[in-house]
């Protein structure tokens, strides 16, 4: 059976949340599905070793938006799929779907919104696949990059920690001097080297960090790729998150990661892996941290660190 499975979200985190049912579909069908997805989202570095996926269609400025429909929709009618699942309540993708003439249809209800994304998700895979799904996520990387190899050293002598001091936008940022100050806390009780995980945008903090009193001890990924970020991530000790896709990749290698949630829904971010903890402002729930929440200054350094501090004992 040839399956299409459409998750149009923007960020590296999306993408890595829906592994679980990309998994589940593939096992299901006896066949590694192909993903249409945005280039944003990495999935063809994410997912380049594993075998549930057999291509990644690529959503960009030639194929997406309403100019780009009918190229898209030739391209999809040419590989003649038998079945689809669409990760979402748009009709621009229903229509694709039945234009290219695919006989079987899996989609949310339209127009869905404001749902908790893992929680859609698995109800739907579970409808194609009349199956439980479990919500924990899996990323494969079984290859080693000898190269990344000689030059990190994971050494039992030191912890090694990852600090994702990217986000998507400056509310969603605890501020990188309370990175810095939480790394000092927790080299004062054991060695640890630092890896710094942030996007092209991310230059001057991460700078701030490697000129700090611990830059000694880290090390920088922004000239990293996403699989030779995947690498540092599956072979350090656990990470320190803001919202940011490095926080769900790490959790996806199973690393205890510790999400900072101060502007962005943590429930519907942390709620899907146990291998996530979630820290959220002071006055807030899980529940209650979403969008417009606004509260970076509302989360202190000592509330971070207690969670280390779990986690190391």
Sequence with gaps: MKVLVIQ???????????TPYFHAISKKCKSPITILAKKSSKAEELFLQDKSIKEVIQLNNTNDGFF???KLLDE?????????VIFNGSLRYKLLAKLAGIKSIYQYPLFISKDVIFESAKKLSEKFTNLPVKTETKLILDEINHNLKKKYIFDKEFLHILLGVSASGPT???DIKNFINLA?????IKKTKFYIAGGKNDENIISEVLNSDIGKNCFSLLDHNINECMFVIKNSNFGIFNDTGFLHISAAFKKKSIG???????????GYSEFIYPVVPEG??????????????????????????????
Excluded: C
């Design 260 to 270: 900072i949630f101060v502007d962005s829904p943590a429930y519907s971010y942390s």
């Design 8 to 18: 149009q979200r923007y960020g590296i985190g999306d993408m890595v949340i829906f």
């Design 68 to 70: 780009g429909f009918f």
């Design 184 to 188: 000092k806390k927790i080299s004062q």
């Design 172 to 174: 969603k940022r605890w």
């Design 284 to 313: 807030e729930s899980i529940k209650t941290t979403s969008h417009n929440t606004r509260g970076k200054d509302k989360v202190k350094v000592e509330m971070v660190f207690s969670k280390v501090l779990d986690i190391l004992n």
């Design 76 to 84: 999809i009618k040419k590989k003649k799929f038998d079945s689809v």
